[in-house]
């Protein structure tokens, strides 16, 4: 029986397109070799076999993806070589002008090609990708017209699903590896991450899950490891090394942070005991966070940097000069945080990476946010009350209740409800009850610190990761993590500092500025915050023009009147109401000033 020539030009252009995309991983390969020299940067290690298995598997991916999902719907509805050809050497030329792009961009920068960045690019940069596209298409179709003449014929030996299948084992690896050396908090595998463009894999700890890896073992083996490496090859963190003279006695510092505790939630009716500190402190009253989420906000915190240096840091194990101070000066670490540190936020392989014997999670008699900060409060006094009185202390207290929205069932509210209240309106008063039974324990530890005589000798800063929102402005968001608005961005800051006067400040600060503010303050260090922060002291007099912010995915520019929201697929730029504005015009040169900012650390 005859086969029919569709049939037959569909199996021809199926095994010519199979081999076009294999030809074009080796291509694509051969260019990304780029990024591997950057990466060797971090110094030879068993990692390289994991990273040599991941090149391979994802630029087949990338060559093979265009193929599966475009070329086989036209070969199976059209299949003509008139047609199909013609369209693969156009998509093969795309995938590899962008490649081309984006290893230029990464050379340049540290960070990959996005909607934005090509937006920015000057008519020079777009002249050169324009050749590199004509160069590119001139090589795709000698390539194409090349398999297709070694492809006329079904091959004897089937190679190819050897390939396929060597292919599909690399990705698989990779994934598992990756999986097991985030288990393992081994830096040099997750490091690779972010030297490929659009590389995602497994990032979820699936094996600690399953019980096959005992995190705290694995975590202290990676910590153990990480202390005799120097810190992060493929930073420049920071700039310059710090020149520091610390006045005798030191001071102890306290930082306390409420998750997702609002700017105006600092107030007598919500907050009493923190509005009474405020009296008796420096308050902030235009203070932003540097992210909408715990893990941003933490981060902009502790490294006074923006977070979308946190994949980097991350995976490096990199610890911010502030807590490098802590350690080096002797100062014992009161760490208390209400929920686990390794999950979303991530202290642990951050601000808190060269920490051992690092508490990892509190745990409580009862279930409950309210049950495990007041846990995390009774733990923090006892520590207190066992340290050694003749060293300093850094005491951290991390609280989860607000952001739970969750005081004890037996908290009476503090915000009456009317019936046929609308849902977000019945969460915002339970979520003001939750942080006002904070606020009760925050008090405990602020009597405590005044019984034991440690107020003068000790710098107390208290704020919030972000803030969060209930729909006041009617577009529709909610909670955190969702917007860049002024409830999910703004926080309190109240810093009262031993010798200084109590008073409030209106100019606009952020957490960039807290490490900047106890690295010259507490420590005396002489170089300019611009050596290892993105912002200045907060008694400098200083406010921010623009504010790098980010989430999980997406980042934003924030100014005095406009937010302009980046995202991986494009762009959008809001109002200070947060509305959308029409047509606006791109701020070009903060754009720039912002993405330099976001690169500086990385190395040449």
């Keep these: 029986m005859a086969v029919p020539q569709s049939d037959s030009s569909r199996r021809r252009l199926l095994r010519w397109g199979s081999w076009f995309a294999v030809a074009n991983a080796a291509l694509l390969a051969l260019v990304a070799l780029r990024y591997l020299w950057y990466y060797s940067a971090l110094g030879p290690s068993a990692a390289w076999l994991y990273a040599v298995v991941a090149f391979a598997g994802h630029m087949f991916l990338l ?78 179709a000698m390539l194409a017209g090349w398999v297709w003449r070694r492809t006329a014929h079904a091959p004897r030996l089937r190679i190819g699903r050897y390939v396929a299948v060597g292919a599909v084992l690399c990705i698989l690896a990779s994934h598992v590896v990756h999986d097991f050396a985030e288990a393992h908090y081994y830096m040099p595998v997750t490091a690779l991450t972010r030297y490929l463009p659009l590389y995602f894999p497994r990032g979820d700890k699936g094996l600690v899950r399953l019980g096959l890896v005992n995190r705290t073992r694995a975590r202290e083996g990676g910590v153990v ?50 509005a009474a500190l405020a009296a008796d402190a420096i308050r902030f009253d235009t203070h932003y966070s540097g992210g909408n989420s715990s893990r941003s906000g933490m981060f902009s915190l502790f490294y006074g940097i923006p977070a979308t240096y946190w994949d980097a840091f991350a995976s490096l194990g990199r610890s911010p000069v502030l807590m490098d101070l802590f350690q080096q000066y002797g100062y014992q670490l009161g760490l208390f945080a209400s929920q686990p540190i390794y999950r979303a936020v991530a202290l642990d392989r951050t601000a808190l990476a060269r920490i051992p014997n690092l508490r990892l999670q509190t745990h409580a008699p009862e279930p409950g946010s309210s049950a495990t900060d007041r846990v995390l409060t009774d733990e923090w006094l006892d520590w207190l009350e066992r340290r050694d009185p003749a060293r300093p202390f850094f005491g951290f207290l991390y609280y989860d209740a ?61 704020t919030s990761d972000h803030g969060m929102e209930f729909d006041e ?38 957490h960039n500025d807290v490490a900047p503010t106890l690295v010259t303050g507490v420590f005396g260090c002489t170089n300019p915050p611009a050596d290892y922060a993105s912002g200045h002291s907060l008694f400098s007099g200083e406010q921010w023009e623009w504010l790098i912010a980010t989430s999980y995915a997406d980042y934003a520019l924030l100014e005095a009147e406009r937010v302009t929201i980046v995202y991986p697929a494009g762009y959008e730029i809001r109002d200070r109401d947060y509305r959308l504005i029409e047509h606006p015009t791109l701020p070009r040169e903060s754009l720039r000033a912002a993405l330099g900012e976001m690169s500086r650390f990385y190395q040449p």
């Design 402 to 462: 607000a952001v739970a929205i969750e005081p004890p069932d037996n908290y009476p509210s503090i915000v009456p409800v009317a019936p046929g209240a609308r849902k977000q309106a019945r969460q915002y008063a339970r979520y003001l009850t939750a942080v006002h039974y904070v606020d009760s324990l925050v008090g405990r530890v602020l009597d405590d610190l005044g019984r034991r005589g440690l107020l003068d000798r000790t710098v107390i800063v208290v």
């Design 225 to 274: 490891a990480a202390l005799g490496r120097p810190p992060g090859g493929a930073l420049n963190y920071p700039r310059s090394p710090l020149r520091c003279k610390p006045p005798s006695p030191l001071l102890n510092v306290v930082l306390v942070v409420v998750d997702a505790m609002r700017a105006d939630a600092l107030r007598a009716d919500v907050a009493p005991r923190l």
């Design 63 to 140: 060559a093979y993806l265009p193929f599966l999902v475009l070329l086989v719907p036209v070969i199976v509805l059209l299949p003509r070589p008139r047609v199909v050809l013609p369209l693969a050497v156009l998509l093969a030329a795309v995938v590899l002008s962008f490649l081309v792009l984006d290893s230029l961009v990464f050379a340049e920068n540290r960070y990959h090609l996005s909607a934005l960045t090509a937006s920015l690019l000057a008519p020079s940069t777009w002249a050169f990708v324009a050749l590199y596209f004509v160069v590119g298409l001139a090589i795709e």
């Design 473 to 510: 402005n009617g577009l529709g968001f909610t909670g955190h993590g969702t917007a860049f608005s002024e409830a999910q961005m703004r926080t309190p800051l109240l810093i009262r500092w031993p010798g200084r006067p109590p008073g409030r400040i209106a100019r606009r600060t952020s």
